[in-house]
């Protein structure tokens, strides 16, 4: 196929056209929309979390989440928990390895890792933060606390299911063993214990058992007893400090139980008596909306409802009142510890606005106890709040998603660390050799989460004007300038009726269209060629090239929540980062997409005649209930409004919205589950004997082979149960072939629903030894996805609902690959008679963009803040229809012997247009062997970064080294040259 560029219209953008990166004055645009400028404050200081270890940065810490101020105010903790790993020496390349301490010795054993983990220990007695220690820990997760005398520290493990302690020497802080092991996962005294310790551990129904992750801690005023909370095991260990022995563990929920209490408890506050002993320890439960309090001599349990998913929790000074950071609710529950009730709720939103998104998510105290700061994680802000009058006073601007905030002993200065930065061109920087035969000669680590760094903040205490000023700033940050009707969608809306959104794997914008003659790309970085993945190539010539778009989430869990409500929750931000990086899918679970803790929680717990598609896996395992586990259908991961339909709710995700709004929706694979089909032995291999095995059918509809079940009640009966889910054995072909034959029923009618899901993961690629139909390597597996695309284009083009349908396509995100701008940028597309043709738009454009247009088309409600403050895609519509159908072009290595010729059967077809076949460097058995101890069941259960390197080296070649930054004029002489020698062709 030809590339046209003749009759390509460049236009000028109406909106910004900045690109993701660094603004003038210390500011920052994000691949969210927003603009940070964590040093707007007078006097303030902003820093990266250094570490060191590399002179380019590359292994600094990411995820900062805790802070605390030691007793006598002059030592200040860090805590880091998140992608903290598989840095690498830029010299030699040799991995920077860290020994594991024995958990009984505290002493290093033979065993070592690659994660980095960290605890910093500042000096702030001068008001400044001089860095006096980082201490490597492998595995955390949130928890921090000093012990009351100052003597010692004490550090959530995490997986390990251990709390670390060190203890001040004099000059610095050691480990002080042994640690305290808190006996749920077996083999706990081993350097890194076996990860089986989770809540079903001993159950019938232990084969979908999780590990145990140790969360919040806190110390009673004595320094005798410490409290852990157990995140996955929905319980408490009470803890003898001085013996380091667990004295009692109280648990909120056993499985068989019938009420959802105390389930995943995240932090504690433990309250002592006069004389400082332990009395009563308050617990957050993120999934019931809670506050559980237990009175230790007696453990008997006060549950006390606050707002949704609250996050950590602080004490007063006098200790009668509790201050509960509510993330979902943007508020701050106040409870009276002494009668264990809500006293004040403390409103965090904007007056009279409905829209929730600032994710507070922690807070502190200053030594008056008159003023509370509250981290918002969505808004990149502190909130100020004057608790006299129990009225938010002002907002402070700061780094990317802050995560904790304490206060100088005078009051004086906020510390404040964030989770992470912008990751900037990926690769990055020492691309100095000749274009094509560039090298990461430094060895850097370019995977998304990687490449983001925490920050800390040192921030004067504002007052008066300045605050004021300071909260004008974070709203113009956040866009509530944007909040305006805009004409050209109103327009629209009286002829869009029906969106179709498709949502695949992934994939940058220079992997993909790098090679377009058009718009800001790296043709060296390119993956997929035109030859490949034609269709993307022509639907984006064809219609709008948008080379400014970028993806907000960083990986899979992130992703699914920005494309499907523009935002995310704190529970998936403080996880997602966790799982992917320390936690290695050993405690933590995927609980982003409508499972958790690898149950559907949409399905019954027991049924009479149990499957995966009518029954929660506990229950296909266990038919008596005693193994039932997570009663109801709550998400702990969703935001607010999850599933709420009353016409005056507000929240939740883009179905919610349209079905309040009367429409109709249809689902092709978002949030389902089902796809359960590997040996325990083997994972890498199907095992038809598995209870939950499901066989992919090219015909499953003709077959009665259900292949999948909503994930959530509201999508229950609007799902097609015979399109698959996340499976990279199956080609997309097969489910746009089940989506082609289900929507068929609605054409008849000349119809479709006002909103049709679809995922397309096959981009994602994997699982090449039990590829189906021969669709069995990268280059193929993104063909597939590319017909796949075209294909549905095309039907819809060539139907009579054409002329009022719109079809919207993006990755949910782009870790998988370089690009020379950002990590983050990656493929959009907008396709409809009312796009406009052959045109480029540099207008920076992100995920939440897409959900604004989206909304705005079928004209229902916005979700939340940021959604709300976005600017809609306009600038790619016309007034002036043009209804010209879209013909799909095969792919030509689709037709090749490799793939079953039943796959394609337009393969056959003289008259249908085809790319070239492109002759592939290397076949399954390579594939397969080079990725032979990936796991490909779910999402991104594998190290991201060496599969990019894998994906490299088996499209490039061995010779064609891993690549770094070039120049801009590099960039523009190879796009010349390419295209030269494409036109000679």
């Known amino acids: 196929m030809a590339i046209v560029v003749s009759s390509i219209q460049i236009v000028t953008a109406q909106l910004a056209t900045s690109r993701v990166g660094e603004l003038p004055k210390g500011g920052a645009l994000l691949p969210t929309g927003q603009v940070i400028t964590p040093a707007a404050a007078p006097g303030s200081t902003f820093a990266p979390l250094a570490t060191g270890l590399r002179a380019d940065n590359n292994a600094d810490a990411a995820e900062a989440v805790t802070t605390t101020l030691s007793p006598d105010g002059k030592t200040l903790l860090v805590l880091t928990s998140g992608y903290n790993q598989n840095f690498k020496n830029q010299n030699t390349g040799a991995n920077l390895t860290y020994p594991v301490l024995d958990p009984i010795a505290g002493k ?28 490597n820990i492998p595995n955390t997760y949130n928890g921090l606390a000093w012990a009351k005398d100052g003597s010692r520290f004490y550090v959530s493990g995490g997986i390990d299911d251990r709390v670390y302690v060190y203890a001040s020497n004099g000059s610095q802080y050691v480990p002080d063993a042994p640690f305290i092991l808190l006996a749920h996962n077996s083999n706990q005294t081993a350097p890194f214990p076996a990860y089986d310790g989770g809540l079903l551990k001993g159950t ?20 005798n007893t410490l409290v852990a909370a157990n995140f996955e095991n929905d319980s408490i260990s009470v803890v003898d400090a001085a013996n380091r022995q667990v004295l009692q563990e109280i648990k909120f929920f056993r499985p068989g139980d019938k009420i959802a209490t105390g389930e995943f408890p995240f932090d504690v506050a433990l309250k002592s008596t006069n004389n400082g002993t332990a009395d009563k320890v308050f617990v957050s439960s993120q999934r019931d909306n809670e506050v559980v309090a237990v009175n230790i001599a007696s453990r008997g349990i006060t549950r006390i409802p606050v707002g949704s998913q609250p996050n950590k929790i602080l004490l007063s000074a006098d200790q009668n009142k509790l201050y509960v950071a509510n993330g979902n609710s943007d508020s701050i529950s106040v409870i009276d510890t002494n009668s264990d009730r809500v006293v004040q709720t403390i409103s965090l939103s904007r007056p009279n606005d409905q829209y929730k998104g600032a994710n507070p998510n922690s807070v502190a105290l200053s030594p008056d106890q008159r003023t509370l700061y509250a981290t918002l994680g969505g808004e990149n802000a502190v909130a100020v709040v004057d608790l006299g009058s129990g009225r938010l006073t002002g907002r402070i601007p700061t780094g990317w998603y802050p995560n904790s905030v304490s206060v100088s002993k005078d009051g004086q200065k906020l510390f404040v660390v964030n989770a992470k930065s912008n990751s900037g061109p990926n690769p990055s920087q020492s691309r100095t050799t000749p274009a094509g035969l560039a090298r990461n000669t430094t ?57 179709i959104y498709v949502v695949k794997e992934n994939r940058t914008y220079d992997q993909v269209l790098g090679d377009l003659p058009v718009g800001n790309g790296d043709p060296a970085l390119t993956l ?17 090239t948008f080379d400014n778009f970028y993806d907000s989430g960083e990986s899979s869990g992130v992703g699914w929540n920005w494309s499907t409500y523009g935002r995310t ?11 992917y990086g320390n936690a290695g899918f ?33 229950g296909v395992f266990d038919g008596s209930g005693q193994s039932a586990i997570l009663p109801g259908d709550k998400d702990v991961n969703a935001p607010a409004g999850d599933g709420e339909l009353s016409a005056n709710a507000v929240g939740g995700y883009l179905w919610d919205a349209a079905l309040r709004a009367g429409k109709t929706v249809r689902n092709y694979g978002f949030y389902v589950d089902g796809n359960y089909s590997t040996s325990q032995a083997d994972p890498t291999k199907p095992d038809p004997s598995n209870p939950l095995y499901i066989p992919i059918s090219s015909t499953p509809a003709a077959d009665n082979i259900p292949q999948a079940v909503a994930a959530k009640t509201v999508l229950l009966d609007k799902t097609d ?15 746009y072939n089940e989506f082609a034959r289900d929507i068929d029923s609605y054409l008849a009618r000349n119809t479709l629903p006002n909103l049709t899901m679809v995922r397309l993961p096959h981009d994602h690629f994997g699982d090449f030894a039990n590829a189906v139909a021969g669709v069995n390597t990268v280059p193929l597996q993104m063909a597939d996805n590319d017909y796949a695309v075209g294909l549905l284009v095309e039907k819809i083009s060539k139907s009579p609902v054409w002329k009022e349908t719109a079809i919207v396509i993006l990755e949910d995100d782009c870790q998988n690959g370089p690009d020379h701008v950002d990590s983050h940028r990656s493929v959009a597309y907008i396709i409809s008679p009312y796009t406009k043709r052959k045109t480029l738009i540099s207008t920076n454009y992100n995920t939440v963009s897409v959900i604004r247009t989206m909304e705005d088309l079928l004209g229902i409600g916005y979700l939340g803040m940021n959604d709300a403050n976005a600017k809609p895609m306009s600038d790619a519509f016309t ?53 032979k101890d990936f796991y490909f069941e779910v999402e991104d259960k594998l190290d991201a970064e060496e599969f990019n390197r894998v994906v490299w080296a088996g499209i490039k070649g061995d010779n064609l080294p891993y690549p770094t930054e070039r120049s801009h004029a590099d960039l523009r002489q190879n796009r010349a040259q390419l295209f030269s020698n494409q036109a000679k062709s």
């Open 721 to 735: 149960t015979y399109f698959r889910g996340y499976d990279q054995k199956e080609p997309d072909i097969y489910l």
């Open 108 to 135: 290093p054993t033979g065993t070592t890792t690659t994660k980095a983990e960290w605890v910093f220990v500042f000096d702030v007695s001068s008001g400044k933060l001089v860095k006096r220690q980082q201490i």
């Open 569 to 579: 929750t704190d529970y998936t931000e403080k996880t997602q980062s966790v799982l």
């Open 204 to 223: 019938p129904a232990s084969a979908v058992a999780t590990g145990a992750v140790v969360a919040g801690l806190d110390v009673s005023q004595d320094g």
């Open 586 to 618: 050993n405690g933590l679970t995927y609980d982003y997409e409508g499972v958790n803790r690898n149950i559907n929680i949409a399905l019954p717990q027991t049924n009479s005649n149990a499957s995966q598609f009518n029954t929660r896996v506990t």
């Open 879 to 931: 007034r002036d229809p043009d209804f010209t159908p879209y013909t799909a072009v095969v792919p030509g290595n689709l037709c090749t012997t490799a793939v079953d010729p039943n796959l394609v059967p337009a393969c056959k077809d003289p008259n249908v247009q085809k790319t070239a076949a492109v002759p592939s460097l290397h076949n399954q058995q390579w594939w397969t062997q080079a990725t």
């Open 528 to 544: 997929f060629p035109e030859p490949i993945s034609p269709n993307h190539h022509k639907l984006a010539l064809d219609f709008v």
């Open 443 to 499: 060895f850097r680590n370019e995977y998304n989460w990687a490449l983001e760094k925490a920050g800390i903040a040192v921030i004067p205490v504002p007052q008066g004007g300045t605050l004021a000023s300071l909260s004008q700033q974070v709203d113009r940050n956040n866009g509530f300038d944007n909040r305006r009707p805009d004409r050209t969608m109103r327009f629209l809306q009286d002829k869009i009726k029906h969106v």
